[in-house]
């Protein structure tokens, strides 16, 4: 099962009482306002749940794999993800060390 | 930002709505994120990203302080892989 824009929808239609096109529309504002913060160089914190961060990394060597060839991985920002000690901790626990 | 924070720029956006809506809503969209993650589902956020959980195989650790061996369950991590337009919009903003 994997969980959706749909299904969250869904969710905010039936447990919330917004009507179909305002659920759809708060979905889709809910990611684009976390979207334009980070865009800003904005870091968000949803408590309970994980901060998104932004991290800036420096150029590094790399290589296409498939050629051996050198090429440089430029330098870029990218966003990271870190789940509460909350959530980390109900994941955890869930499948008590069994593998997929 | 912070959720309140979310919460208060949702709230602006959806003016015909009544505050707590947004409150509502916010809240209750990371909580169905929380259960899926919790039930082992994945979720798949078009043009933002995806949110799994990673294996951690079982390991032996060491107390740092005793230096003692401690053994370190196997467990399951999540884990959050930004889409391709959150990811060329972050990195063109730099």
Redesign the interface.
């Known amino acids: ?5 749909a ?2 929808a869904d ?2 239609f039936e ?4 009507n179909k096109r ?1 659920a759809k ?3 889709e ?3 684009d ?3 334009n ?14 901060n ?1 961060q ?1 991290r ?1 990394k420096p150029q590094r060597p790399g290589r296409n794999p498939k050629t051996g060839q050198e090429i440089p991985i430029t330098a ?6 870190h ?1 509460s000690q909350k ?2 901790a ?3 626990q ?2 008590n ?4 | 930002m912070t959720k309140s924070e979310l919460i208060a720029r949702l709230a602006e956006r959806f003016p015909q709505l009544v505050a707590k809506d947004a409150d509502f809503a916010v809240k209750m969209i990371l909580d169905a994120m929380s259960d899926a993650l919790v039930r082992g589902d994945r979720i798949e956020i078009r043009g933002f990203g995806s949110f799994a959980l990673n294996y951690r195989p079982p390991r032996t650790g060491r107390n740092p302080k005793s230096g003692d061996k401690v053994s370190v369950p196997a467990k399951w991590v999540p884990h959050f892989k930004a889409g391709k337009e959150l990811r060329e919009r972050v990195d063109k903003a730099s």
């Open positions: 099962m994997t969980l959706t824009k299904e969250l969710l905010l447990k919330v009482g917004l305002e529309d708060m979905v504002a809910f990611f306002e976390i979207r913060a980070l865009e800003t160089g904005d870091g968000v914190k949803l408590s309970g749940f994980g998104f932004l800036d870029r920002r990218v966003v990271t993800f789940a959530l980390k109900d994941v955890e869930l499948y060390g069994t593998s997929a």
